[in-house]
């Protein structure tokens, strides 16, 4: 049984549009449950325009802190008051911490996909990413990546308002670690095939594949993936998104959605609200059932 709420629980939030689909309630509620932590987690709608007020809420609620998730991870930098050093360098926050007033944000989701890639027995230290995307998830990937020993990421993203973003996280990257980033236009098919197959990961990172975007993938066509390509979609609703099934019907062997990814990113979270260890485990039995909504 999840706790029972008091007069003392302690509210934590997560502030994203859309958000009703996310299982972030379900991983955090049944950790605190048993763990005995009288803690509550929620979810609320929140776009670019309601961020400014339900940040002061932290404060004047009193509240833990908060999970931001799109489209709010880098339009929420400007409302906190500290980040922690990795987090200025990857420029998006998906986690903020209430120290009595002092709101300081962190990142969790670069860590949390390599922590779910190294689950699985995938090693992509030493290797080459491409990876489509740089918002809030694709920025955090890219650069933590980087720190963390990928020698080359080669970087997609439409020339949409990404696209300076997806200039900044390569040049962060080529100043500031020993990867190689380099910097090309979703537009390019030609390109975009040709890096997809010297590649050892192959990660999407825009959000394609996921309500309003369901149904829909960059890669449609089979032809492109080789057997031995990791696959990794940080899309988890749906459970199978199209792009696996086209990786799927390519006979790629290691395919992922961001399930795993979301559960290792909400346990280094965990960790900064209570300062106790997630029991990892017990929710990945809760996560990966898939009954589970």
Known sequence: ???????????????????????????????????????????FEITNEGLPKAIDAIRTLDMRGSN?????????????DKLDPATEMIGAVNTVVND??????YTTDGVGMIKSLDDEGINIRGQKMTLAGAGGAGTAIAIQCALDGVKEISIFNQDDEFFAQAKRNVDVINEKTDCKATLHRLEDRDDFKAEIDDAYIYCDATGVGMNPLE????????SWFRKDLVVF???????????????????VEHVFNGLGMMLEQGAAAFKLWTGKEMPVDYIRDILFNEDAK
Do not use: C, W
């Open 1 to 43: 049984m999840l706790n029972q709420l008091d007069g003392h629980t302690i509210l934590i939030g997560l502030m994203a549009y859309p958000i009703r689909h996310s299982m972030s309630p379900t991983m955090h509620n049944h950790a605190f449950a048993k763990l005995g932590l009288n803690f509550a987690y929620l979810a």
């Open 68 to 80: 931001i998730s799109m489209p709010n991870k880098q339009k929420v930098i400007p409302l906190l």
């Open 100 to 105: 009595h007033g002092v709101l300081t944000g």
């Open 215 to 222: 149904g829909q993938t960059l890669v449609s066509d089979p």
């Open 233 to 251: 979609d940080t899309v988890y609703a749906p459970r199978t998104t199209k792009l696996m099934e086209v990786a799927q019907e390519a006979g």
